[in-house]
Nanobody
Framework: QVQLVESGGGLVQAGGSVRLSCAAS????????MAWFRQAPGKEREFVAA????????HYADSVKGRFTISRDNARNTVYLQMNSLKPEDTAVYYC??????????????WGQGTQVTVSS
């Protein structure tokens, strides 16, 4: 079992930056692929970024490539999402997820409760 708790969301102006954190419980954090998804009002949940167990491999949605960076600290059981050059269309609830496989599909085994990011124009 893995429990995930996101933090760091809030209101930011377009062009600004926010860093999200996701703290995981359990001693096996380093075995999991970690990912971030987001869901805007009235839209389906969509993939944002993922990172493998060591941090040596990452994958991003085209919409955030070059602006967002995913990273992890296995000693702290935490994964991060640094979001720069934010746009109003980045407004969504952001979810942290964990699974044994890296995929862009919404099939991860474990999910956090989500944190709201609102980008004002």
């Amino acid at each position: 079992q893995v429990q995930l708790v996101e933090s760091g969301g809030g209101l930011v102006q377009a062009g600004g930056s926010v860093r999200l954190s996701c703290a995981a419980s359990g001693r096996t954090f380093s075995r999991y692929v970690m990912a971030w998804f987001r869901q805007a009002p009235g839209k389906e949940r969509e993939f944002v970024a993922a990172i493998n167990w060591s941090g040596g491999a990452t994958h991003y949605a085209d919409s955030v490539k070059g602006r967002f960076t995913i990273s992890r600290d296995n000693a702290r059981n935490t994964v991060y999402l640094q979001m720069n050059s934010l746009k109003p269309e980045d407004t969504a609830v952001y979810y942290c997820a964990a699974d044994s496989l890296m995929t862009t599909r919404v099939t991860y085994d474990y999910w956090g409760q989500g944190t709201q990011v609102t980008v004002s124009s």
